[in-house]
């Protein structure tokens, strides 16, 4: 990769969304290990940002019955270790640049509608970064990384989807998610030695 101007947005991986958690998707650690071992190398991004479901108290976002559409389990509750970025993830905590959190009193599933601990939201980051190009990673592919990768575009960021690099909830969301992002304009790469 030779755009020196490219963010890494790594989209909600924490264990609340692997296996063993609270709502699983299923792949989900071996997405969090394949991320580290790509970062592990010279990745040549600008910046390496985080998001992360903190949910607090999401108005109608958690349900006694969720329907698995707009209502679903209680998941990446604030504070709790769920919560917390993917162990696997620890090896390159140093190149983290920014650490976004987001849906503290709502759903947000784009990681556009978060802030750091600073309350300085995705988007002011990476103007401050003079980012252009964002490539999306993480889970999952038909929820968090499609909203997030929609909603970069919408914001005039060239956004791209590396998609081994992520897992979705179920096959058919996950064409219908395709099919929205690159309508929306969004690139999808579907293989990594890109």
């Known amino acids: 990769m030779s755009d020196p101007r490219t963010a890494l947005l790594i989209v909600d991986v924490q264990p609340t969304f692997c296996e063993g958690g609270s709502l699983p998707v299923k ?4 997405v969090a290990e394949k991320i580290t071992q790509m970062l592990s190398g010279d990745h040549g991004f600008t910046m390496v940002i985080t998001t992360q479901d903190w949910h607090v108290n999401p108005v109608n976002h958690f ?16 504070g709790t270790r769920e919560a917390e ?3 696997a993830l620890e ?10 959190k987001k849906g503290f009193y709502s759903a947000a599933y784009s990681g556009f509608e978060g802030e750091d601990e600073e309350g300085i939201s995705l988007a002011d980051i ?6 252009e190009r964002l490539v999306a990673v993480g889970l999952a592919f038909d929820y968090c990384v499609k909203a ?7 914001l005039g960021y060239v956004t791209a989807v590396l998609k081994p690099l992520t897992a979705s909830i179920s096959e058919e969301s996950a064409t219908v998610a ?14 990594l030695s890109w």
Do not use: C, F, R
């Open 91 to 100: 090896p390159i905590s140093a190149q983290i640049t920014a650490q976004i």
């Open 148 to 154: 997030t990768a929609i909603d970069g575009k919408k």
């Open 63 to 78: 349900g006694e019955e969720p329907d698995y559409i707009d209502s679903w389990p209680p998941h990446g509750v604030a």
């Open 126 to 131: 990476l103007d401050g970064g003079n980012i």
């Open 178 to 191: 395709e099919e929205e992002m690159q309508s929306a304009g969004v690139s999808i790469i579907e293989e």
């Open 85 to 87: 970025l993917h162990p």
């Open 27 to 30: 792949g989900g650690n071996a």
